[in-house]
């Protein structure tokens, strides 16, 4: 099953990206401890699935995550809730 | 704008030019024999857009910002691409955060909210193959 915009959401959030501006599409931003811009990621509104994986993985590199991590961040996210 | 400054003159020869380029205060200056003039020429620095097929689509990316575009066909991924783009710019321009070195040069960019959108992209290609 592919992973949603919602769950891309759900694992920027938990890596400290934050939401900035919600235009046509969301504006997220990670701060470093300084509180400067380190980077950016944007997010389609709702919770459509990322069919596409070339583009899944660009998305993960954008955020300097891998795959395996985010699936990590989600089970744990999963067990706690 | 991004000043430019261009050393020249009525006597300048035109091909003893030589550029020198600072990207980190976003100036570049052409410098010719001594008893040339000097001119500046505001530039705002362009963007460059790499497109490519991937398992049902297109991506689009723009290295210098980072930003992230994608689409059913390579129209669309640059499209989508133009418009994180210029919604990541807006952010920097209305809210004027700080930036950390590693994206320090973003702020020559925002600039660009001033053009049409349609002159952001100086160029639009494939990535090379060594590209990460």
């Given at each position: 099953m592919p992973p949603s915009w919602g769950e891309y959401r759900k694992v920027v959030s938990r890596n400290g990206f934050e939401l900035k501006r919600s235009a046509k599409h969301e504006t997220w931003v990670q701060l470093d401890d300084?509180?400067?811009?380190l980077r950016h990621t944007t997010i389609s509104h709702g919770?459509?699935?990322?069919?596409?994986r070339g583009f899944f993985h660009r998305l993960l590199k954008q955020c300097d995550k891998t795959e395996e991590h985010f699936y990590e961040v989600l089970k744990k996210g999963n067990r706690s809730n | 704008m991004t000043p430019v400054a261009i050393a020249g003159g009525p006597a300048a020869p035109s091909s003893t030019g030589e550029l020198i380029s600072t990207y980190g205060q976003n100036m570049r200056y052409v410098s010719y024999p001594p008893h040339g003039s000097v001119y500046r020429i505001p530039v705002t620095p362009r963007l460059t857009a790499y497109v490519e097929p991937t398992d049902d689509g297109f991506v689009a990316t723009c290295p210098q910002l980072e930003s992230l575009g994608y689409g059913a066909d390579a129209v669309g991924a640059f499209l989508q691409l133009l418009e994180a783009t210029q919604e990541y710019l807006t952010y920097l321009s209305d809210q004027q955060p700080l930036l950390s070195p590693r994206v320090a040069h973003h702020k020559a960019y925002v600039r660009l909210l001033e053009v049409p959108v349609t002159s952001w992209f100086a160029a639009i290609g494939r990535p090379s193959p060594d590209a990460s």
């Amino acid at each position: 099953m592919p992973p949603s915009w919602g769950e891309y959401r759900k694992v920027v959030s938990r890596n400290g990206f934050e939401l900035k501006r919600s235009a046509k599409h969301e504006t997220w931003v990670q701060l470093d401890d300084e509180g400067r811009v380190l980077r950016h990621t944007t997010i389609s509104h709702g919770n459509a699935p990322i069919r596409d994986r070339g583009f899944f993985h660009r998305l993960l590199k954008q955020c300097d995550k891998t795959e395996e991590h985010f699936y990590e961040v989600l089970k744990k996210g999963n067990r706690s809730n | 704008m991004t000043p430019v400054a261009i050393a020249g003159g009525p006597a300048a020869p035109s091909s003893t030019g030589e550029l020198i380029s600072t990207y980190g205060q976003n100036m570049r200056y052409v410098s010719y024999p001594p008893h040339g003039s000097v001119y500046r020429i505001p530039v705002t620095p362009r963007l460059t857009a790499y497109v490519e097929p991937t398992d049902d689509g297109f991506v689009a990316t723009c290295p210098q910002l980072e930003s992230l575009g994608y689409g059913a066909d390579a129209v669309g991924a640059f499209l989508q691409l133009l418009e994180a783009t210029q919604e990541y710019l807006t952010y920097l321009s209305d809210q004027q955060p700080l930036l950390s070195p590693r994206v320090a040069h973003h702020k020559a960019y925002v600039r660009l909210l001033e053009v049409p959108v349609t002159s952001w992209f100086a160029a639009i290609g494939r990535p090379s193959p060594d590209a990460s």
